[in-house]
């Protein structure tokens, strides 16, 4: 069983910048890649960015490209999403994920995840 809990969502005025947190709890963290997805309110959920279990690559959205940053910090069993320029668009819950399979390149598919956080959520403000 994997506990995932989001923190740092909130209110921010477009431009503005947020850093979301997610911790893990209860399987070897380390070894398995990271995903942040979002879903809006009548959309579905969709890939935001994913890091590999060492965090040596990464991966983003178009939408996410040039304005976030993923990052994980293993003796934490953190994952952390920075973003910055938010624009109104960006307004979702964001949700972490944990990938499926162990020591494997994580995709953009949120069916090839096998946990996730409940979810934090952001508004951007026009």
């Known amino acids: 069983q994997v506990q995932l809990v989001e923190s740092g969502g909130g209110l921010v005025q477009a431009g503005g910048s947020l850093r979301l947190s997610c911790a893990a709890s209860g399987r070897t963290f380390s070894s398995y890649a990271m995903g942040w997805f979002r879903q809006a309110p009548g959309k579905e959920r969709e890939f935001v960015a994913a890091i590999s279990w060492a965090g040596g690559s990464t991966y983003y959205a178009d939408s996410a490209k040039g304005r976030f940053t993923i990052s994980r910090d293993n003796a934490k069993n953190t994952v952390y999403l920075q973003m910055n320029s938010l624009k109104p668009e960006d307004t979702a819950v964001y949700h972490c994920?944990?990938?499926?399979?162990?020591?494997?390149?994580?995709?953009?598919?949120?069916?090839?995840?096998?946990?996730w956080g409940q979810g934090t959520q952001v508004t951007v403000s026009s």
């Open positions: 994920a944990a990938f499926a399979r162990v020591r494997t390149f994580p995709s953009r598919r949120p069916e090839e995840y096998n946990y």
